[in-house]
């Protein structure tokens, strides 16, 4: 048996890694600027995140979710508590489509209404509701249910407000940055002026923070950048259990739950709780939501200064640096012949850095020197 060939692949193969870097076989070490899409957010083998993981499995890794299981209560009280949602509800699942599609499930239950609008540019996972509210019809197959959706223009809250005002909308999904799309911020006030749409008209606000969450961007969530937003349902994924499948919806408290209404096999597991708590744990430690602030502001100012660089988008260690030429050659010479993993994004001249929160500025500053050269490369003009 074959496997199916759905994944354009580099010619690497990482056997282990530690902190910010993976090797090969042949014990190559590669500096990893992408985490694998975001997910690796404390580095990988943390010392931490390895023995809280082994100790939980020489405990008990499984059992359903029909038992008590006070790792999963311990997971949302220090969550809560960290993110500074202490009053919101949390459901378990396993992958950051399954949070999108369990939130826009709640909105519908909540709202009885079936309508859903989001944001030209947006990425939301690739199952059925998700993939039917994220803007790339190739990845749409004619099951997926798109009858019922509408996009909105990036930061057009004029065009958000004739919608709601004329249907019956369940909810408005948006990510709190644009991530597949390019790296793209809402505009300041949007994000204000969407929650009061929502507000007026009974709809249910969204903030899908898989990719920009857990202190990615500087803030435990991308959205507290505007201050006093709180959305309805917030999703959550990738860096929240450091590579072990994970998701979650953060669950206000006007929402109702009954026996039955969700459920999961393998969501909030005793060995994925572990993981999530050992993220969480290291996050506090080492201060990392605010070194990720530092980090990505020095990046910013030393990524604008350089010839062929046209914007950088984003915040802390979430960046898009848009370029004047394609950024999949340049992706491949990075690799290549300096041995660096990076992005791609929707947009072919946006390259995407997603390093883990834990990144040094001496393995930026290596990123940065050989960013130089390939730009500067004959061959990539």
């Given at each position: 048996m074959?496997?199916?060939?759905?994944y354009?692949?580099f010619d690497?193969?990482?056997?282990?890694?530690?902190g910010?870097?993976v090797?090969d076989?042949?014990?190559?070490?590669?500096?990893?600027l992408?985490?694998?899409?975001?997910?690796?957010s404390i580095?990988?083998?943390?010392?931490?995140?390895?023995?809280?993981l082994?100790?939980?499995?020489?405990?008990?890794g499984f059992?359903?979710?029909?038992?008590q299981?006070?790792?999963?209560?311990?997971?949302?009280?220090?969550l809560?508590?960290?993110?500074?949602?202490?009053?919101?509800?949390?459901f378990l699942?396993n992958?950051?489509?399954?949070?999108?599609?369990?939130a826009l499930?709640?909105?519908?239950?909540?709202?009885?209404?079936?309508?859903?609008a989001?944001?030209?540019g947006?990425f939301h996972?690739?199952?059925?509701?998700?993939?039917?509210?994220?803007d790339?019809?190739?990845?749409q197959?004619?099951?997926?249910?798109?009858?019922?959706?509408?996009?909105?223009?990036?930061?057009?809250?004029a065009?958000?407000e004739?919608l709601?005002d004329?249907?019956?909308?369940?909810?408005?999904v948006?990510?709190?940055?644009?991530g597949?799309?390019?790296?793209?911020?809402?505009?300041?006030?949007?994000?204000k002026?969407?929650?009061?749409?929502?507000?007026?008209?009974?709809?249910?606000m969204?903030?899908d923070e898989?990719q920009?969450g857990y202190?990615r961007?500087?803030?435990?969530?991308?959205?507290?950048?505007?201050p006093?937003?709180?959305p309805?349902l917030?999703?959550?994924?990738?860096g929240m259990?450091?590579?072990f499948p994970m998701?979650g919806?953060?669950?206000?408290?006007q929402?109702?739950?009954w026996?039955g209404?969700l459920?999961?096999?393998?969501?909030?597991?005793?060995?994925?709780?572990?993981?999530?708590?050992?993220?969480?744990d290291v996050?506090?430690q080492e201060?990392?939501?605010?070194?990720?602030?530092?980090?990505?502001?020095?990046?910013k100012?030393?990524l604008a200064g350089?010839?062929?660089?046209?914007?950088?988008r984003?915040?802390?260690l979430?960046?898009?640096v848009?370029?004047?030429?394609p950024?999949g050659?340049?992706?491949?010479?990075l690799?290549?012949?300096?041995?660096?993993f990076t992005?791609?994004a929707?947009?072919p001249?946006?390259?995407?850095?997603l390093p883990?929160?834990?990144v040094?500025?001496?393995?930026?500053?290596?990123?940065?020197?050989?960013f130089?050269?390939?730009?500067a490369?004959?061959?990539?003009?």
């Amino acid at each position: 048996m074959n496997l199916f060939d759905v994944y354009p692949l580099f010619d690497v193969e990482p056997v282990r890694a530690k902190g910010c870097y993976v090797y090969d076989a042949q014990g190559t070490a590669y500096l990893d600027l992408y985490g694998g899409h975001a997910v690796i957010s404390i580095g990988h083998s943390h010392p931490h995140y390895v023995a809280r993981l082994t100790e939980q499995l020489n405990r008990i890794g499984f059992y359903s979710n029909s038992v008590q299981n006070r790792l999963q209560r311990e997971l949302a009280e220090k969550l809560g508590q960290l993110s500074g949602y202490p009053d919101y509800q949390l459901f378990l699942i396993n992958s950051g489509a399954e949070a999108i599609e369990n939130a826009l499930k709640l909105a519908s239950f909540h709202t009885r209404r079936k309508k859903i609008a989001f944001l030209e540019g947006a990425f939301h996972g690739r199952t059925s509701a998700a993939v039917a509210v994220t803007d790339n019809p190739r990845i749409q197959a004619p099951v997926n249910p798109v009858d019922h959706v509408s996009r909105v223009g990036f930061n057009d809250l004029a065009q958000l407000e004739s919608l709601l005002d004329t249907e019956a909308y369940a909810a408005v999904v948006i990510e709190g940055i644009q991530g597949v799309g390019g790296i793209h911020v809402p505009a300041p006030g949007f994000l204000k002026g969407v929650r009061s749409l929502c507000d007026a008209t009974g709809t249910v606000m969204i903030l899908d923070e898989i990719q920009s969450g857990y202190g990615r961007s500087g803030h435990f969530f991308a959205h507290q950048a505007t201050p006093d937003l709180r959305p309805d349902l917030i999703t959550v994924a990738k860096g929240m259990a450091n590579g072990f499948p994970m998701g979650g919806v953060l669950i206000g408290p006007q929402f109702q739950a009954w026996p039955g209404m969700l459920g999961t096999t393998f969501g909030g597991n005793h060995l994925a709780c572990a993981a999530g708590l050992a993220v969480l744990d290291v996050i506090e430690q080492e201060d990392l939501i605010a070194h990720a602030a530092r980090m990505g502001d020095w990046m910013k100012e030393a990524l604008a200064g350089l010839p062929g660089v046209t914007e950088v988008r984003g915040a802390g260690l979430m960046l898009g640096v848009q370029l004047a030429q394609p950024a999949g050659p340049l992706r491949k010479a990075l690799l290549a012949e300096h041995h660096i993993f990076t992005g791609s994004a929707a947009d072919p001249h946006t390259l995407r850095l997603l390093p883990p929160l834990t990144v040094t500025q001496e393995a930026l500053t290596r990123f940065l020197e050989a960013f130089r050269s390939v730009l500067a490369a004959p061959a990539a003009g």
